[in-house]
């Protein structure tokens, strides 16, 4: 099969696949291929649930969808709005 027709898979739940980390590098492990090792930070780690192998620009790269509660944090110099009385 050639690479234009084929050039990814998905595994749709946890099983196949499980990525060892917090978020900051680690390892990816597939079933079948082995332990990979993986770069880069994610903006925020949750729970795995999804993972996407895909071949671009004659690289591989996987995808990690994870389930998180996004955080929202308040920095120095914000605004405090306070309602006007009329």
């Known amino acids: 099969m050639s690479i234009r ?5 998905t595994y749709p739940c946890t099983s196949g696949w499980k990525a060892h980390t ?6 990816l ?12 930070k994610a903006r925020q780690w949750g729970t795995p649930s999804t993972c996407t192998i895909l ?4 690289k591989w790269f996987a995808s990690i969808t994870v ?20």
Do not use: F
């Not at 027709?5 to 898979?9: H, Q, V």
């Open 5 to 9: 027709n084929y050039s990814g898979w």
């Open 22 to 27: 917090t978020g900051d590098n680690g390892s």
């Open 29 to 40: 492990d597939l079933s079948n291929l082995g332990q990979i090792q993986m770069r880069g």
């Open 55 to 58: 071949y671009r620009h004659g």
């Open 67 to 86: 389930k998180g509660e996004p955080v929202r944090e308040t920095g120095i110099g914000a605004i405090e709005c306070i309602p006007l009385l009329q």
